[in-house]
């Protein structure tokens, strides 16, 4: 593989030689210790049948941990029976922690709520009668369309009480790119809010779901019979009569008692889509027992979660796996408190992230490299203005971390003691999988370094042989993990061509990495045509259909291009169609087209840039040449053209660039 980009940056990172072990009093505190790796290593399947059991509640205990017999669709704890919201809220309840918070709630105007584990209990038992009475069963799907709420975890956690897997989508997401996760979840009730608070304004959300679930000629009619609306900003809204139902009087009427569904442990906990490299987003399936337990176990020892003293704060929405498994599953399985935020950093001031973890003394912060690297943009006076010593730990998540940006955490938001944990995993592996464990690990600037105990993973070369220490390839993991995914919703054979196919009997992640000397792992980013921007993963390929579904548009291309703050940087070229192509204004064809990809997919989505060229760089094949394009839009010299079909073409984008179109 590694491509030019992925060279780079390793070259880059290759200079790295810091290393800051943990403090002695960090160490001697710490969940986990370097046994950790000797028993998981001894038995590895038995290792995590024990943190099954002691780490979750079970109805009926399990006798066989695991099935991979149907590889690679595996079967953890699988005679084993549980429910999720029990585990995540009862027990802490029964155990006698029902005092204790689990939510401070931050509302972005600045308003707050603090929900006890009782509380929880409560208002998850009557969501969870609320849905029921609405029809729900086992099994049905519940999507989820929300800003960042407490209702927003109950309603999770109602649907896993009830055994059905809830879809999250993300709140950004537009009504079509909704419309159509709905219809291939086939869900039957959708649960949103009128609007939320973001940016310093209410923002609609209830209008999206109207018009995903409205009838359209020619389509097949929803699935859906309800809505049930989370009255938060208290703007109009229209209201269908006899579909829409309000939270507020489904659920503050509901009783309080529930008893939960007891589901095995395969049963489907939840369904996320991501984005894959065709245009059309992947629902990975993620099952209760596995995940649950190594939700539990990787929250426990990565951030070495002390419950009773504790404020855990993971910036994450629900909408994106981590706001799944570390901020709904995780802590509240280790019975954690934790503080949730609504709005965005900079409102009402860029210190208000800050301004948080001081109100509520966070201990453990667990956010992403591009917000990291958009603060130190700000500069450092800004958090210096707060008392940030209750830090005690930092994590960070969702794409590579640059030696810079992890040196300022450590530095500004760390106090220069608090140790930083890169954790690496993805939707689908649903947990971390590759990360230092902070009692223990030499931690190294930009690198997750080492797989977890209980997982196996490696860097191997086109032959799928592990590359020795020092050399760069792509990340597989070797062996099945308990939170691993179990499919694609409706499409197993896309989970087998996707992750199965590329090397035999491991899983290809996508990722590309390197081992250093001490055969540490380093993440170079995605080897496909995912892309990763801010910490979110978009498929180049849906948003050139975005392209191409607008009218003045013939073709399109695009690409990742390195950005400073967000990680990469949406470009796209388009060709455009001859009747518009004459007099077409560069800015204005940009501004049209943005605006579309944000109708089509969502504003996440939007290109930084947008280059109206001639022609496309293609194979004799007729696949487009991205690399080459990536050169163009990073201002590099254009590397090897020729496998072009037409070798002239380069020449031709670089003339069409010069002069505006
Ligand atoms: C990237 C987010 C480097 C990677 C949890 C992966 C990372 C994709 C890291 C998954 C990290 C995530 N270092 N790269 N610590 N964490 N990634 O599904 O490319 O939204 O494949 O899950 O993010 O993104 P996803």
Known sequence: MPEDKQSQGLENLLHEKRAFPPSPEFAAQANASADLYDTAATDRVAFWADQARELVTWKTPFTETLDW??????RWFADGTLNAAYNAVDRHVAAGHGDRVAIHFEGEPGDTRTITYSDLLREVSRAANALAALGVEAGDRVVIYMPLLVESVVAMLACARIGAPHSVVFGGFSADALRSRIADADAKVVITADGGYRKGAASALKPAVDEAIAEREGQPATSVEHVLVVRRTGQDVDWAEGRDVWWHEAVEVADVEHTPVWVEAEHPLFILYTSGTTGKPKGILHTTGGYLTQA???????????????????????????????????????????????????T?????????????????????????????????????????????????????????????????????????????????????????????????????????PGIAADVVDDEARPVPDGGGGYLVVTEPWPAMLRGIWGDLDRFKDTYWSRFRDVYFAGDGAKKDEDGDIWLLGRVDDVMNVSGHRLSTTEIESALVSHPMVAEAAVVGATDETTGQAVVAFVILRSEFAEGAVQDEVQETLR???????????????????????????????????????????????????????????????????
């Open 348 to 452: 009402p001031h860029k210190g208000r992230w800050w301004e948080i973890v001081e109100k509520y003394k966070v201990s453990i912060l667990y956010t992403a490299p591009t917000a990291i690297r958009t603060c130190m943009k700000w500069g450092q006076e800004i958090p210096g203005g707060f008392d940030l010593s209750s830090l005690r730990l930092l994590g960070s998540v969702g794409e590579p971390i640059n030696p810079e940006a992890w040196m300022w955490y450590r530095r500004v938001i760390g106090g220069d003691t608090a140790p930083v944990v890169d954790t690496w995993w993805q939707t689908e592996t649903g947990a971390i999988m590759i990360s230092p464990l902070p009692g223990v690990t030499a931690a190294k600037p930009g690198s997750a370094q080492t797989p977890l």
């Open 69 to 74: 017999s149907g590889a690679p669709v595996a």
């Open 296 to 346: 539990a176990y990787t929250h426990l020892n990565v951030f070495d979660l002390k419950p009773e003293t504790d404020v855990y704060w993971c910036t994450a929405d629900i909408g994106w796996v981590t706001g799944h498994t570390y901020v709904t599953y995780g802590p509240l399985l280790n019975g954690a408190t934790q503080v949730i935020y609504e709005g965005t950093p900079d």
């Open 595 to 661: 605006t579309h990809v944000s109708k089509e997919i969502g504003p996440i989505a939007k290109p930084r840039t947008i280059l109206v060229v001639p022609e496309l760089p293609k194979t004799r094949s007729g696949k487009i040449m991205r690399r080459l394009l990536r050169d163009v839009a990073e201002n590099r010299a254009v590397g090897d053209a020729t496998t072009l079909a037409d070798s002239s073409v380069m020449t031709l984008i670089a003339s069409g660039l010069a002069k505006p179109a």
